[in-house]
């Protein structure tokens, strides 16, 4: 065996977009994927915090909830659309997301919140590979990101 060669051009490190097709609803869907130790999906719930209220509800998308493992969906973020004195307060209860303000508003109050959970079924943090699987994965998102760019655009 002769010895090994110098390290060529690797080229760029993956496509712009992965994505996770599952049966959702009874139809395939897309996610698109991030890169992270976890296999995470995430959503955004919007709600509104009721006029005299302190709290408002919303439930989480049933495709959301199918998607993830259970009882992995956390709250990330909440962000109301104006701002309240104090800590503005949110969690997922029951399939619901919870969103808990400080005092009430004296006008409707919209909360955006962002939602993680775990991908259903796939719950190891960084999976060990060898460097062939890792040449095939890469070849697999060259060869999918290239049949993505041969469909055309639909017009509107």
Same mark, same amino acid.
């Given at each position: 065996?002769?010895?090994?060669?110098?390290?060529?051009?690797?080229?760029?490190?993956? $496509?712009?977009?992965?994505? !996770?097709?599952?049966?959702?609803?009874?139809?395939?869907? +897309?996610?698109?994927? =991030?890169? *992270? @130790?976890?296999?995470?999906?995430?959503?955004?719930?919007?709600?509104?915090?009721?006029?005299?209220?302190?709290?408002?509800?919303?439930?989480?998308?049933?495709?959301?909830?199918?998607?993830?493992?259970?009882?992995?969906?956390?709250?990330?973020s909440?962000? $109301?659309?104006v701002?309240? !004195?104090?800590?503005?307060?949110?969690?997922?209860?029951? +399939?619901?997301?919870? =969103?808990? *303000? @400080?005092?009430?508003?004296?006008?409707?109050?919209s909360?955006?919140?962002?939602?993680?959970?775990?991908?259903?079924?796939?719950?190891e943090?960084?999976?060990v590979?060898?460097?062939?699987?890792?040449?095939?994965?890469?070849?697999?998102w060259?060869q999918?990101?290239a049949?993505?760019? !041969?469909?055309?655009?639909?017009?509107?």
């Open positions: 065996m002769g010895r090994t060669g110098g390290t060529g051009n690797t080229g760029p490190t993956g $496509p712009a977009k992965k994505t !996770a097709i599952l049966q959702l609803g009874g139809q395939w869907r +897309g996610l698109s994927c =991030v890169e *992270a @130790p976890n296999t995470l999906f995430f959503d955004l719930a919007e709600l509104a915090i009721p006029v005299g209220q302190a709290e408002g509800q919303a439930a989480i998308d049933p495709l959301f909830v199918e998607a993830c493992q259970p009882d992995s969906i956390r709250v990330l909440a962000q $109301p659309d701002p309240l !004195a104090g800590t503005l307060g949110a969690c997922v209860e029951q +399939g619901q997301v919870v =969103v808990r *303000a @400080p005092t009430t508003a004296a006008r409707p109050v909360v955006n919140v962002l939602l993680a959970g775990v991908r259903r079924n796939v719950t943090r960084f999976p590979y060898t460097e062939e699987q890792a040449l095939q994965n890469d070849a697999f060259r999918a990101v049949a993505d760019a !041969a469909v055309p655009a639909a017009s509107g």
